[in-house]
Each structure stands twice: as C-alpha cells, then as structure tokens.
C-alpha cells in the first residue's frame, strides 16, 4: 500500500532534494505526495487532497516518476538508508582497494594545539 504526506513543506524538501522541477506546487490546493518505497526506488506521485479523498489510497496504482532512495529525506526512508553493496561488484574488486591502499587517515581534533 502506498503512503501519503500532507505536509507543504515535507513535499518541498522531497521536491528539492530529488530535484524534480516538474511539479509546482503552488498549482496544488492541498497537495498530497503518494509514495512507495520499493526494491531501492520511491515511487511517487502527488494529488490534490480531495480527488484522493474521493477515490481513496487503495485505488492508487500507479505513481508518475520513479527516483533512487538515496536522494529521499530521512523522514520518509524511516532513517538510514542500507545500501544493497554487491562485494562482487567490479568497483569493488581487489585492485580498486589496492589503489586506495597507500592513503593515510589523519583524524584532526579541535582541541589539540600543535
């Protein structure tokens, strides 16, 4: 089942954030952004309040773009975000660690005064 905010300013940031410039929301009454978030990807879409009320959430069943769920805020995700890592992944082969093997960490306290 898919998900609604009614919050302006919460639909905002996600706007923002995922930078899709094609909805304005000052076309919207009530705006209501519909989402789902599945397989790594939001789904979403955004209604007016009252079609929404009139056709109910369960009628929902498509949405208008999809984006990846790294760019979504933290209250939608529900937190952090556990990115599905392959470690059979070519950008994570053995000569990639190896590249980056000769760099040294410094950590830099504030209160230390050399």
Not at 8 to 37: D, M, Q, S
Not at 57 to 64: I, R, T, Y
Not at 96 to 108: A, E, N
Request: proline share 2%; with cysteine.
């Amino acid at each position: 089942m898919m998900k609604t905010q009614n919050d302006r300013a919460l639909i905002l940031e996600f706007l923002e954030l995922i930078g899709n410039e094609r909805y304005n929301l000052r076309k919207y009454t009530k705006p209501v952004l519909v989402y789902n978030l599945e397989d790594g990807y939001v789904k979403y879409s955004l209604w007016e309040e009252d079609l929404l009320n009139r056709f109910g959430l369960q009628n929902v069943d498509g949405w208008d773009f999809k984006e990846d769920v790294v760019f979504c805020p933290d209250w939608m995700t529900g937190g952090e975000i556990e990115l599905n890592l392959d470690e059979d992944d070519e950008d994570f082969d053995d000569d990639f660690v190896d590249d980056f093997s000769h760099m040294k960490l410094f950590r830099i306290d504030e209160d230390d005064e050399d």
